[in-house]
């Protein structure tokens, strides 16, 4: 079962991001990935969430790369190996996980292939809390709806990334989350930065004991310029009101009761 995202999955069309760089385009179940090869990084990622079929399930899989694509082309076990990095997934591990009990399974244990993973700082705080949660807030405000979201994820691929064991280490992470609103499609984009917490010397990376992340609320407007990706119509319908939001402001998000949906 290797469907892949499916832009129909709303009421409307919501087509992947489009990048102008070369990509490899993997689809898993309910998900796909698009892998910049040169950077063997996710240059953007898409699942289909149906909130009201979601499932509970045991933690199943085990990282490993995928077969289909060469080594070289996806960052491995190697460059998370005796440091402060986790494998970070990008589409999380319960998200496509809905349905019959076993397509439910096989969707999230496609989860823990290495073209879904990039590297973040090691430990808890409560931003990353937040971060994780993001998808379940917004299922959670869409309810009245069809309880049905599809969210796209990925790390910022910058020129500024610091070089670590072959790849650069991205410092910020964007995610969009699309739903079906009463009045049409809808959207709210985020971008995760932990600038604070890596820090590359010496082909060393340490997490300093101050640092934190850091979680925004932003124009999708902003993450289609950071990124360059072709985002289609997503920024226009973002539900932040344009007319008591500065162009390009970000908004700081310390809990879930200062997210605008």
């Not at 309810?143 to 599809?150: G, I, V």
Request: aromatic share 8%.
């Amino acid at each position: 079962m290797t469907d892949g995202y499916d832009s129909e999955f709303l009421a409307t069309p919501v087509p992947l991001p489009r990048s102008t760089a070369e990509t490899r385009v993997l689809d898993y179940p309910r998900f796909t990935v698009l892998l910049d090869p040169s950077r063997r990084l996710a240059v953007a990622t898409g699942v289909n969430i149906d909130g009201a079929r979601m499932l509970d399930l045991a933690r199943e899989g085990e990282w490993r790369l995928d077969p289909r694509i060469d080594e070289d082309e996806q960052t491995g076990a190697a460059v998370y190996a005796r440091n402060d990095l986790d494998r970070g997934h990008l589409v999380r591990r319960r998200d496509p996980g809905w349905g019959e009990v076993d397509d439910a399974r096989a969707a999230m244990e496609a989860t823990f292939f290495y073209p879904n993973a990039a590297p973040q700082a090691a430990g808890f705080n409560q931003s990353k809390e937040l971060w994780l949660g993001l998808e379940d807030h917004v299922l959670a405000y869409a309810e009245s709806t069809d309880q049905r979201l599809s969210v796209f994820t990925a790390p910022v691929l910058g020129d500024d990334d610091p070089p670590y064991r072959g790849i650069r280490i991205p410092l910020r992470f964007w995610k969009i989350a699309a739903w079906a609103a009463p009045d049409g499609l809808a959207t709210a984009g985020f971008v995760l930065d932990q600038t604070e917490l890596v820090h590359t010397r010496d082909g060393l990376l340490a997490a300093p004991p101050l640092g934190a992340f850091r979680i925004f609320q932003v124009p999708v407007s902003e993450i289609a310029a950071l990124t360059g990706l072709d985002l289609g119509r997503m920024p226009q319908a973002d539900v932040l009101d344009e007319q008591t939001v500065r162009a390009r402001e970000w908004r700081a998000l310390t809990r879930t009761d200062d997210i605008v949906l």
